[in-house]
């Protein structure tokens, strides 16, 4: 007989990231442009019952973009988003990893300036996250977000 442990905890999330931006047509270049996302983050839940889980993880996100407006220092563009992730992380003194899948729409404006194009965007993602405590039990988890973000490329 298997026995059902499930229950819903409510909590907020927040992540910050850093990492490197490719994108194939920063200006004036194509209507559509692939932007990839690889970076590292580190992500915290403020879960209803219990402390912060804290983790720490690698990212990878891929954003097809469509032009609306494009010349030659200037872009707005918007697309959809996908995105996978590996965590490690803690919670009540107990080891934790899990992997995150997401999707979501982005949009952004690229300005060059100089050499330089200046890329900030604004997007909704919503995320799924399963994974497994490292305790004699190895209890799985799973859980969902979706969130609003806002990023900051730098492309040169």
Same mark, same amino acid.
């Given at each position: 007989m298997e026995v059902d442990n499930s229950?819903? $905890?409510?909590?907020?999330?927040k992540t910050g990231a850093f990492g490197f931006v490719l994108d194939t047509a920063p200006t004036n #270049?194509?209507?559509?442009? @692939?932007? *990839?996302?690889? !970076? *590292?983050?580190r992500q915290e839940f403020d879960l209803e019952f219990n402390p912060k889980?804290?983790?720490? !993880? $690698? @990212?990878? #996100?891929n954003i097809f973009g469509?032009?609306?407006?494009?010349? +030659?220092?200037?872009?707005?563009?918007? !697309?959809p988003l996908v995105r996978v992730g590996y965590y490690v992380g803690e919670l009540n003194d107990e080891d934790l990893d899990y !992997? +995150?899948?997401?999707?979501g729409a982005v949009t952004g404006l690229n300005f060059k300036v100089g050499n330089t194009v200046l890329s900030p965007s604004v997007g909704v993602r919503y995320s799924g996250f399963g994974g497994e405590f490292d305790d004699f039990a190895g209890d799985e988890f799973e859980g969902h977000t979706s969130n609003i973000f806002a990023n900051l490329a730098v492309l040169f």
């Open positions: 229950f819903t $905890i409510d909590n907020d999330a #270049e194509r209507v559509f442009n @692939y932007r *990839l996302n690889v !970076g *590292l983050a889980m804290k983790s720490d !993880g $690698i @990212y990878v #996100e469509f032009a609306f407006v494009k010349n +030659e220092s200037f872009r707005w563009w918007a !697309g !992997g +995150e899948f997401g999707v």
